[in-house]
């Protein structure tokens, strides 16, 4: 266990539903990233929260929208999804030395 | 553009046997880090290069960083099947890590 959980592990959706992934650390730090990984494609850096402001978007389409209530706790909330959004969602916080920390990662199909 | 590149991107090696993976990047970083991926699990942070010159070792792997030439690598030694993953490094720029594409390794008898 890294201290950074993920929730729901797995989420099956339509492209009309809406629903939301949540993230959650216990370790201090006070950034927090959202990154999505598809296969045999690199990590990709979608959102960064600083002290609970959004300081990058990283020209991520808007029917996925971060929320950030506070340091430790980060959402992205799904809407009106495409296939193509199929993909191992991954939630970071950054510690000491500008280390990340990940969480287990929500794996996500679009149908 | 900034561009983190691996190689290789697939590595299958024997038991017992040395080898070692390389990270080049194109910009500007003074700290690179190495990630271990399981499949189907998340990320775990291996180690967190510093400087120009710094080597880490941790069992059977190495890393080091050479930031003139901006370059990093992995080494490996003895390798076992539990080294089978997939291996990330990833540089800092600002607050973002650019990840490179990964090296799959798989370590059979």
């Not at chain 1, 609970?52 to 959402?75: A, D, G, I, M, Y």
């Not at chain 2, 990630?35 to 080597?55: C, H, I, M, T």
Request: proline letters at 5%; hydrophobic letters at 35%.
């Amino acid at each position: 266990e890294t201290g950074v959980t993920q929730t729901p592990r797995h989420l099956v959706m339509g492209m009309t539903n809406k629903k939301s992934l949540k993230c959650e650390q216990h370790l201090g730090h006070n950034a927090m990233y959202w990154y999505k990984q598809s296969a045999k494609k690199p990590l990709e850096l979608m959102f960064v929260y600083n002290f609970k402001e959004q300081t990058e978007n990283n020209s991520v389409p808007s029917r996925f929208s971060p929320e950030c209530p506070n340091s430790s706790h980060l959402f992205l909330h799904l809407h009106t999804l495409q296939p193509e959004d199929s993909a191992l969602y991954l939630c970071a916080s950054r510690g000491p030395q500008e280390t990340q920390y990940f969480g287990p990662g929500t794996r996500l199909l679009v149908l | 553009e900034l561009k983190v590149e691996q190689n290789p991107l697939f590595l299958s090696m024997q038991e017992g046997k040395n080898y070692t993976i390389y990270c080049n990047y194109s910009t500007t970083s003074d700290r690179l880090y190495w990630y271990r991926q399981d499949p189907g699990k998340s990320l775990e942070s291996l180690f967190v290069l510093l400087s120009n010159g710094a080597v880490k070792q941790e069992g059977r792997l190495m890393a080091s960083l050479d930031t003139k030439a901006r370059l990093s690598t992995l080494h490996i030694t003895a390798a076992v099947h539990d080294l089978s993953a997939t291996y990330f490094c990833a540089v800092v720029v600002i607050d973002k890590l650019i990840f490179g594409t990964g090296t799959r390794l798989q370590v059979f008898p």
